[in-house]
């Protein structure tokens, strides 16, 4: 319940701690590598590293509320994937 709550105020506001849940983020991912598609992007070799390693996808992909909207939206996991697009050219 905090988790739900943590994650929709700060999508609310914006407030971050700065610091990244790496638990949290690695159960999101585990959650999402259940889908097709985002197993398919996670298991290719130019977005993997990404997942891992860069801060603003993981605290990207720390929020449960959002994962879940990559679940349920293709709008979402188009989204997610400009945001890889543009982490992997910076």
């Known amino acids: 319940m905090f988790d739900f709550l943590s994650d929709f105020l700060s999508s ?7 610091s990244l849940d790496t ?6 991912i585990e959650l999402l590598k259940q889908q097709g598609w985002f197993k398919k992007i996670y298991d290719d070799e130019k977005y ?3 997942f891992i ?3 603003h996808v ?3 992909l720390q ?3 959002r994962v879940k909207k990559f679940i349920r939206s293709e709008e979402a996991q188009r989204k997610l994937l400009l945001l890889l697009d543009k982490q992997l050219k910076s």
């Open 23 to 28: 638990k949290k983020i690695d159960n999101n």
């Open 12 to 18: 609310m506001i914006g407030v971050s701690t700065g």
């Open 53 to 55: 390693t860069n801060r």
């Open 63 to 65: 929020n449960t509320t």
């Open 48 to 50: 993997h590293r990404l």
């Open 58 to 60: 993981r605290a990207y």
